[in-house]
């Protein structure tokens, strides 16, 4: 693996001097690119926290509130940090709990010349189709720092979302089954929970990964 995208600094782009980073030598990058346990917490490959540690990745969840203005809807929220051993089993544990049908979203940030990332749509699919074919994509999904995906109900504002930091979030009416979900897991729940979106971190991804993103796209049918 190899840092292919620029430093990201508290939700904002920074340049490399300006990150924690700067003051590392080769071999100590080297070496913090490479670490991916903190404690019981095994990170994917697609993510490496400050080198300064300013949050050190670990397990657990919380719950908040989205108030979405354009529907003048509140939901209920779950931002979910989870250990890569059974990450990507969670998330489609949550996912079968959407609905039936769903819709889908791919979000990728391959293209360097993007700024953001462009969202790719499917309105219809059947979640267990879905999921099945999500299989044959886990270390996609869970190793490449450019490639989200979010998996909605068509019916009501009911979302799950792996996003690109292979942080979970979920946004519903009713949060429960999901936190019952979650908490099979053995996730502890904290209000003050850091998320390793919410500082200093390096994006990660491997070339291999674009094509494999467009061979996801094809078999999804999303446009």
């Not at 782009?13 to 003051?23: E, G, L």
């Not at 969202?119 to 450019?146: A, F, H, K, Q, T």
């Not at 908490?183 to 904290?190: A, I, K, M, R, V």
Request: charged share 25%.
């Amino acid at each position: 693996m190899k840092p292919v995208r620029p430093t990201i600094l508290r939700g904002q782009k920074a340049t490399w001097d300006a990150s924690s980073f700067a003051t590392a030598s080769s071999e100590a990058l080297r070496a913090h690119l490479e670490r991916v346990r903190y404690g019981d917490f095994l990170l994917t490959g697609a993510i490496r926290p400050a080198f300064d540690l300013a949050i050190i990745p670990r397990a657990g969840y919380r719950i908040g509130r989205y108030h979405d203005e354009l529907a003048g809807e509140t939901l209920a929220t779950l931002s979910i940090a989870a250990s890569a051993e059974y990450l990507f089993d969670l998330f489609c544990d949550l996912v079968a709990e959407v609905g039936d049908e769903v819709a889908v979203v791919l979000e990728s940030s391959h293209d360097p010349t993007v700024e953001g990332h462009v969202d790719l749509v499917r309105d219809e699919i059947e979640n267990v189709i879905l999921r099945s074919i999500l299989c044959d994509y886990e270390e996609l999904l869970l190793n490449d720092g450019y490639t989200g995906i979010a998996v909605l109900n068509p019916d009501g504002p009911t979302e799950v979302q792996l996003d690109e930091h292979k942080l979970i979030f979920v946004y519903a009416p009713d949060i429960n089954p999901y936190v019952a979900i979650v908490e099979q897991y053995g996730l502890p729940c904290d209000p003050n929970l850091q998320l390793i979106s919410e500082g200093e971190h390096l994006h990660l991804s491997d070339n291999k990964y674009r094509d494999e993103f467009d061979q996801l796209r094809i078999r999804l049918g999303v446009e």
